[in-house]
């Protein structure tokens, strides 16, 4: 997948870096499993234990400060993950297998991300677009 404007949620800092995230999903499905070694199956959990959990903590910023009627389900989506990345970390420091690991992101954090996007995302988005045109002056 592609970043295009479907995925783009109309707020320049979220889009940023979902953009990021979405660019860096695919070189890691591009990556071919055989040729990995446990550095880069280290370097893959890092980015989703630094750069996605930034992007998380931007967005739940965005839901406070604009009251975000659906901030709970949203944060229960964002600690799902959480909860689920301290398994990915755990499995990998017993299991140092790649091509495992590969498969084990591949379907429980890619594919999560992409339709987080698509639904808790764009939903947030919208609603912190419509809160933002009322707050600006005309």
């Known amino acids: 997948m ?13 889009d940023e870096g979902l953009e990021i995230i979405i660019n860096r999903i695919n070189t890691i499905r591009d990556l071919d499993p055989n040729g990995l070694d446990a550095q880069a199956i280290e370097r893959i959990i890092r980015f989703f234990g630094g750069y996605v959990l930034d992007n998380f903590h931007l967005e739940e910023e965005y839901m406070v400060k604009y009251a975000y009627p659906h901030f709970d389900d949203h ?12 398994m ?34 764009h939903a947030m988005a919208s609603y912190l ?4 045109k009322i707050a600006q002056p005309h």
Not at 75 to 86: A, D, Q, R, S, T
Not at 129 to 132: A, F, W
Request: proline share 3%.
């Open 75 to 86: 944060k229960e989506e964002h600690m799902k993950f959480l909860k689920n990345f301290v």
């Open 88 to 121: 990915l970390k755990k499995l990998f420091s017993e299991e140092k297998t790649p091509s495992l690991m590969m498969v084990v992101i591949e379907f429980e954090y890619l594919n999560w991300l992409i339709k987080h996007i698509q639904t808790f995302d």
């Open 2 to 14: 592609e970043w295009n404007d479907d995925l783009a949620t109309g707020n320049p800092k979220i």
């Open 129 to 132: 677009i419509s809160k933002q």
